[in-house]
């Protein structure tokens, strides 16, 4: 398993799709069980780059998206194949917010929680707050993961404070967590806090890490 392991790692690091897959199908061959491919393989991939990454050795948003897209469609094909059904860790629902059609970053993000057995929701694009809370009460999801590029669609009212007011009236903050990404908030740290989120991620593969937390934070209440 130790060499399988570290040829889909140098292939993530080379962001060889090919690779990666021919590596996962080797796996199969040799008779490791798809559970084993998901949970000894792909989330270890994960969160080896999330400690790259919180360890500031360079990891590239190249590697990033390469990470998430292969974990995501390797953990779609997977499970279908498991004796059992896996138990999910929670629901998140994901979009851009109101006026911001940017995705990268909300993709990547929706691939790693993928990997790591959260069940996800992606909204798309300019997203209203109305539609972000309804999908996460019509979904029961635990958090609500707003993604914006721009500094006016991070502070405006159709973004993160929006979803956050409609919350309050609904008596929903005890319920619902709001997770922020992109830009804005890697210039300005305290920016999420400002907008009325309850926590914000740097980048796609620490999300996952910060966003599992938030479900489990709601869980325990």
Not at 102 to 122: A, E, N, P, Q, W
Not at 132 to 137: G, I, R, S, T
Request: glycine content about 8%.
């Amino acid at each position: 398993m130790q060499h399988i392991m570290r040829e889909y790692n140098e292939a993530i690091v080379d962001t060889d799709r090919d690779r990666a897959f021919l590596v996962v199908q080797a796996a199969l061959d040799l008779g490791i069980t798809p559970e084993e491919v998901v949970f000894g393989i792909i989330i270890p991939s994960i969160e080896l780059l999330m400690k790259s990454n919180s360890d500031k050795q360079g990891v590239c948003l190249a590697q990033h998206f390469m990470a998430a897209q292969i974990a995501s469609e390797v953990v779609d094909k997977m499970v279908p194949l498991f004796v059992r059904a896996p138990e999910i860790v929670g629901r998140v629902v994901i979009g851009t917010a109101r006026g911001d059609f940017h995705g990268l970053g909300k993709r990547i993000v929706t691939g790693c929680l993928k990997s790591m057995m959260v069940d996800v929701t992606d909204l798309g694009l300019n997203v209203t707050p109305e539609r972000f809370v309804d999908e996460a009460l019509a979904q029961d999801a635990q958090v609500i993961a707003i993604s914006a590029m721009m500094v006016h669609t991070a502070r405006s009212e159709n973004g993160c404070r929006g979803v956050r007011r409609i919350l309050r009236e609904r008596g929903l903050d005890a319920r619902i967590r709001i997770n922020v990404g992109g830009a804005p908030y890697r210039f300005d740290h305290g920016l999420y806090k400002v907008v009325g989120a309850d926590s914000w991620a740097e980048n796609g593969i620490t999300a996952g890490r910060v966003i599992t937390e938030l479900i489990r934070e709601v869980r325990r209440c």
